[in-house]
């Protein structure tokens, strides 16, 4: 088949840009990337045919530029722009400008995404074409003892809205009248603030509400389907976390309703290409006909599109560029069906712990579980930086029931290993595992309801603690040809920091290669320790248990970092000198150790030279890592015990300075 296009720019970063990418290349279409400065080694722009840069990392200076990236289209011979999700996805007058210069937007026209632009002309809108919209007041008149006056009509509790809101922003929830013009104060200061309008709407806050979309797709022939719904009622600060299709407890006579009014919301503005009539539902009990309301479009491709596709095993992208390029839509109502159930989570580089906090980093490690779709814009060793949205990809399964495919994103999210960064993962999986979830019982307030017990701080487990002290003295059974005991001592005192508190181990190393860790009154004892690359495994002692985790060694500036990821947690460990602060203080400043077992790459210690505190003495190599040898106190050198090609034992005396030195 004839490719849609020969060449398109896709003005987005990400994982969208790099999921658009995909599908282009399938069709034999080349692709164009654009960047800012903090993307420049980003996989949007490895993977692209080509890339143009357009400018610093802030978005209003890159990636909302739509001049520049008008440009980088034209002079790259691009036919088409396809906008991703968020950034000028949504942009009307970005949409005029791509078609004045000649070019095709990937989406719907100007005119249809105006219509849906503001909340309360698309309500008027959809009331008019006999879509039903949840009650409330979305007139002209700001006024606020008047709003306050329709707010009583409506009944408490109400939601006040700020017309030109997204992503949560510029909403405000009101329960009593006494509370109503503070909280409109802050919707209409939100709503400024965050997209210069501080126009509002009341409407009746939905009890229970589930969240239910419906996707739809049109052509430029006038045809008009959907792909059935996502549920995306599990949110926090009213945003997605995990969402899934189908809807749990939808019938066919509702899915009837829902989705013909979401055809009818599309038609009604002539709507091409794939976009999202988003309903606020009655969860209160059984779905009803009569129990969901129009609440906004999008005009665009959503970020949960993938469970969709899933269920459908339509390529949403694929038609949004057939289509685009003139293309009827390839299938009829009666050809599409629902087959199993799709979810998807989204995995943030956030701190559950601490309320959510963003979190940036380098991506130290970053694997997946093979069972899932992982839609990514990252790999091991990019940045999480703070210009952009935190997401670190989304996790999508698929199975035959609901029960089965929840099963499976579990596994899948805790076979998800992340190091370098705080991430939601376990946050995910935990809820994932909720039992409302699981029960299909739940509507938008279920996270919020159950907060604490979903984000409380796990502290490492002591069988973390030992994976982290085989990694942190670089002890490999396999390479033990001489036994345990080369450097005289089988003990090894350990220090690691986990969030603030510092965990004092002491590690023996038994000849028969057994491993014990004691922690206080608490001692585990490890049998058949194997090492494979970044993978530990072992059997526990007193159990006939075996345990395995991810264990991944990075240096962060004069801090070692090891993260064990086990189960789609990360715990983080900084290993410290065991002497540091402790009596062994002079044994310390007169010799420098092997900080873990390893190799000796680089010395420039020599017997009778004077050094200073923080010389660089030598460099060794261990898993994969280059740690420093660093000189502990002014002082000159008495002896050198090594050479370099030399593999050293974790805890041997290398270099020994002079005593008088002291
Ligand atoms: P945004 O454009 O900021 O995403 P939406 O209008 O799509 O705002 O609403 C976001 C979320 O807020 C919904 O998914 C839902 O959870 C909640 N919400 C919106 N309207 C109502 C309502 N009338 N009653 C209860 N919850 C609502």
Redesign the pocket.
């Known amino acids: 088949m004839k490719p849609p296009f020969s060449k398109i720019l896709i003005a987005n970063r990400g994982e969208i840009a790099v999921r658009v990418m995909k599908t282009a290349k399938k069709l034999g279409v080349s692709t164009v990337a654009v960047y800012s400065d903090a993307d420049a080694k980003s996989l949007h722009v490895f993977l692209a045919d080509e890339a143009v840069h357009i400018g610093p990392p802030a978005a209003a200076e890159s990636y909302l530029k739509a001049d520049k990236i008008i440009e980088a289209a034209l002079a790259t011979g691009a036919e088409a722009i396809h906008p991703g999700y968020g950034f000028l996805s949504e942009n009307p007058d970005f949409v005029e400008a791509v078609e004045a210069a000649g070019l095709t937007f990937i989406g719907p026209s100007a005119k249809a995404i105006r219509a849906m632009g503001l909340?309360d002309a698309a309500k008027d809108l959809m009331l008019e074409a006999g879509v039903p919209v949840?009650p409330g007041y979305q007139g002209s008149n700001q006024d606020p003892d008047f709003l306050a006056a329709e707010a009583d009509k409506i009944g408490y509790p109400v939601?006040i809205?700020a017309r030109a809101?997204?992503?949560?922003?510029?909403?405000r929830k009101v329960d009593t009248p006494a509370d109503f013009l503070e909280g409109l104060a802050s919707a209409q200061r939100e709503g400024k603030n965050a997209f210069g309008d501080a126009h509002v709407l009341i409407?009746?806050?939905?009890t229970s509400?589930r969240?239910i979309e419906v996707q739809v797709f049109g052509d430029n022939h006038g045809n008009v389907v959907h792909l059935f719904e996502r549920d995306?009622?599990l949110?926090r600060r009213?945003q997605k976390v995990i969402e899934e299709a189908p809807a749990p407890g939808m019938t066919d006579e509702v899915r009837a309703a829902i989705t013909s009014a979401a055809v009818t919301a599309a038609k009604a503005i002539s709507y091409s290409g794939a976009g999202t009539i988003?309903f606020?539902v009655d969860g209160s009990g059984p779905l009803r006909p009569d129990g969901f309301w129009f609440?906004?479009m999008n005009t665009r491709l959503q970020v949960e599109h993938p469970v969709t596709e899933a269920i459908t095993g339509v390529d949403l992208v694929e038609w949004q560029l057939n289509i685009a390029a003139g293309a009827m839509l390839p299938l009829r109502q009666q050809d599409l069906s629902i087959n199993g159930h799709a979810f998807e989570a989204r995995l943030y580089a956030e701190d559950p712990t601490t309320g959510f906090l963003p979190a940036t980093g380098i991506l130290h490690h970053l694997s997946f579980d093979a069972s899932a779709r992982n839609d990514t814009g990252v790999r091991t060793g990019d940045e999480i930086t703070p210009w952009y949205d935190p997401m670190i990809a989304k996790v999508i399964t698929h199975a035959n029931t609901r029960n089965a495919a929840l099963a499976g994103l579990i596994t899948a999210l805790q076979g998800t290993h992340v190091a370098g960064t705080a991430t939601n993962a376990r946050f995910l999986a935990d809820l994932a595992s909720h039992k409302d979830f699981k029960a299909g019982q739940f509507d938008?307030g279920l996270i919020e309801r159950d907060l604490d017990s979903l984000t409380c701080a796990i502290p490492p487990s002591i069988a973390h603690v030992v994976f982290a002290g085989i990694a942190a003295l670089g002890i490999d059974p396999a390479a033990q040809t001489n036994g345990w005991r080369l450097w005289g001592a089988a003990q090894h005192r350990l220090k690691l920091v986990s969030n603030d508190d510092v965990i004092d181990a002491t590690m023996t190393l038994h000849a028969d290669k057994r491993i014990s860790l004691a922690i206080g009154d608490d001692s585990i004892t490890l049998l058949d320790v194997a090492i494979d690359g970044t993978q530990i495994t072992a059997r526990v002692g007193d159990m006939n248990a075996s345990i395995n985790a991810q264990v991944i060694v990075s240096q962060l500036n004069e801090k070692r970092l090891i993260s064990v990821l086990t189960g789609g947690v990360s715990h983080d460990l900084y290993s410290l000198d065991p002497r540091s602060g402790s009596a062994d203080s002079t044994a310390h400043a007169n010799a420098v150790t092997a900080p873990m077992t390893g190799v000796i790459i680089q010395l420039t210690a020599a017997v009778g030279t004077h050094v200073q505190e923080g010389d660089k003495l030598g460099v060794m190599e261990a898993m994969k890592m280059e740690t420093a040898l660093v000189a502990p106190r002014d002082g000159v050198i008495a002896e050198v015990f090594c050479a370099v090609g030399e593999t050293v034992e974790g805890g041997a005396t290398l270099i020994l300075f002079q005593e008088d030195a002291e």
Not at 165 to 171: L, N, P, R
Not at 203 to 206: N, V
């Open positions: 909340k949840v939601l809205k809101g997204g992503g949560g922003k510029g909403m409407e009746k806050f939905i509400p969240h995306c009622s949110q009213h988003e606020i609440m906004e938008t």
